[in-house]
């Protein structure tokens, strides 16, 4: 495997996380007060319970404490809103999350229940207020893949400016939050989704292409530009193996650099999830005259 070409999101987010882990340190000695992070967990989702233990033992890691929500399966809309209130008016705690996926019969209250979240203790970055930040040109809580996403594009040296950007994807967990950080950074972005008419003519474009849509294998060799930057953000489970939306047995010869799935954008969602709680931590510290 060419070693140069990896973009190593694992290494950059422990690297984070030990800067972080200072920080915070030195933040606690100062105040007396511990950042704490929540989630909240409707059901028991089996993907759910890996990503929660797994924020839960970087929090332990780096200083942070940590505290889970669970509420049943079959929970009512008001119930979630009570202890979204909970949190909200809760001072020991900092920044809080709703894990997703929540069960169907929940699905069309998300928005709701995002609305209802402080949106000084918004870490997902999800509140209209915040998004609307955004909008601006400014990065206050904001969604940790795209942050991460940048960061590593960032710590490697990788031009952004007039670079054509492709994205495929239009959530609002990576798309639409990527097109405002790189438009702040004056590249040129492509959105594509699943309505986009010949799009491996815009994938063949991309000096950048950034590829979340859980798929294995959606992009190899003939979908992309000689010396293109890939960034893969999905995660697949391919007989019981985790992997990309990038063939990267493929590509590796052709691009000009790479992420791994597993390994590489995962690991830097985590990490500005702290980053972010940190964010609301000393926001919230400052408005009270604490730091
Ligand atoms: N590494 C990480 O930390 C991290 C974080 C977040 C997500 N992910 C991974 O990233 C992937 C996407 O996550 P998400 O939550 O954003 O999912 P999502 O909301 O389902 O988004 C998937 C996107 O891909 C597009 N798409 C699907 N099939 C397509 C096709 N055949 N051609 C073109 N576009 C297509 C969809 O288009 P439409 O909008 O038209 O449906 C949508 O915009 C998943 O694998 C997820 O596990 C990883």
Do not use: W
């Amino acid at each position: 495997m060419n070693i140069d070409k990896l973009l190593n999101g694992k290494k950059l987010a422990e690297s984070l996380n030990t800067t972080l882990k200072q920080e915070i340190y030195e933040l606690v000695k100062k105040t007396g007060i511990k950042p704490k992070l929540a989630a909240i967990i409707v059901g028991d989702d089996p993907a759910s319970e890996i990503y929660i233990r797994n924020k839960h033992r970087v929090c332990n890691e780096i200083g942070i404490g940590f505290e889970s929500f669970r509420l049943p399966k079959n929970t009512s809309k008001e119930d979630v809103i009570r202890v979204i209130e909970k949190l909200n008016e809760d001072n020991s705690i900092h920044g809080f999350l709703i894990q997703m996926p929540i069960p169907p019969h929940l699905k069309s209250f998300i928005s709701e229940f995002v609305e209802l979240i402080d949106p000084k203790k918004d870490v997902d970055g999800f509140h209209p207020l915040n998004k609307g930040y955004l909008f601006d040109y400014r990065e206050e809580l904001i969604p940790c893949t795209p942050q991460g996403i940048i960061a590593l594009l960032e710590h490697y040296k990788i031009e952004i400016e007039r670079k054509n950007v492709v994205i495929i994807n239009r959530s609002n967990l990576v798309g639409k939050p990527l097109v405002f950080m790189l438009l702040k950074r004056n590249a040129t972005i492509t959105v594509c989704h699943s309505f986009t008419k010949n799009l491996f003519e815009h994938t063949r474009r991309a000096d950048i292409l950034i590829v979340a849509v859980g798929q294995a294998n959606f992009i190899n060799e003939e979908k992309i530009k000689e010396g293109a930057i890939i960034i893969d953000v999905g995660i697949n489970r391919v007989d019981g193996k985790l992997c990309g939306d990038v063939n990267f047995d493929s590509v590796i010869n052709k691009c000009g650099a790479i992420t791994p799935s597993p390994g590489g954008v995962g690991p830097l969602t985590v990490a500005f999830l702290l980053k972010n709680t940190i964010k609301a931590y000393k926001k919230i510290l400052k408005s009270s005259n604490l730091i």
